[in-house]
């Protein structure tokens, strides 16, 4: 039993794949709240996020999914949202009032929509060699920058003035978009904010590839 979280028996499991921004999300999450967890890495090269054992876990055959002492659930921003629900203090990571809620909500369909279409995107067509339309990709990462810069130019964090899940679901892909060739140096209000959410205490970085950054 953890001392500071009594109804946590156990570590939480966490399936991931350490390369995979989805993945590092809940990561990040669960080392942000200081929650125990261990991580089982799949080898999703061979298939093994298709095997029976673990669609029991998640039908759709995705990571990351989570087993919290007999709390199964899948997809990152379903993760977070209920880690922070469970595990946090008041509204520290979900704010309660409507319009503080809704804001943070619009960042959770941003990181599903345009985070997932463009830096998430960029990134698995130069690692990885999927095939995506990279040039559509990166179109849509830039747009996406276009408009976080002087966003986070006029506020701290992505729904106002302090952390919330909406940076965490965030973070990940947009701090690996190097990785997919698209440069942040054009982008001092967004290394800011990254640089803002990395001093948070609690944070912990996502692997790296070890191709140079741009």
């Not at 350490?18 to 669960?30: A, D, K, N």
């Not at 990351?64 to 949202?81: F, K």
Request: proline share 8%; hydrophobic share 40%.
């Amino acid at each position: 039993m953890n001392a500071e979280f009594p109804n946590i028996q156990a570590p939480i499991k966490l399936y991931r794949n350490p390369m995979s921004g989805h993945c590092h999300r809940v990561e990040l999450m669960l080392s942000f709240l200081g929650l125990p967890y261990e991580t089982i890495d799949l080898d999703m090269a061979n298939g093994a996020h298709k095997a029976p054992d673990y669609l029991k876990i998640n039908p759709f055959g995705q990571v990351p999914a989570i087993d919290d002492n007999g709390v199964v659930m899948a997809d990152s921003n379903a993760i977070i949202t209920y880690l922070a629900q469970k595990y946090s203090h008041g509204d520290e990571w979900s704010p309660r009032k409507p319009e503080q809620a809704a804001e943070v909500q619009r960042w959770l369909s941003v990181a599903a929509g345009e985070i997932a279409q463009g830096p998430c995107a960029v990134r698995l067509v130069k690692l990885f060699g999927m095939k995506l339309d990279y040039d559509r990709a990166k179109s849509i990462t830039e747009s996406l920058f276009g408009v976080l810069e002087p966003l986070l130019t006029s506020r701290e964090y992505l729904a106002g003035d302090r952390i919330t899940l909406a940076d965490v679901a965030g973070y990940s892909y947009i701090s690996h978009a190097p990785e997919g060739g698209v440069s942040l140096q054009p982008y001092p209000a967004i290394r800011a904010w990254l640089e803002r959410v990395e001093a948070h205490p609690g944070f912990i970085g996502m692997k790296r590839s070890p191709l140079p950054p741009m």
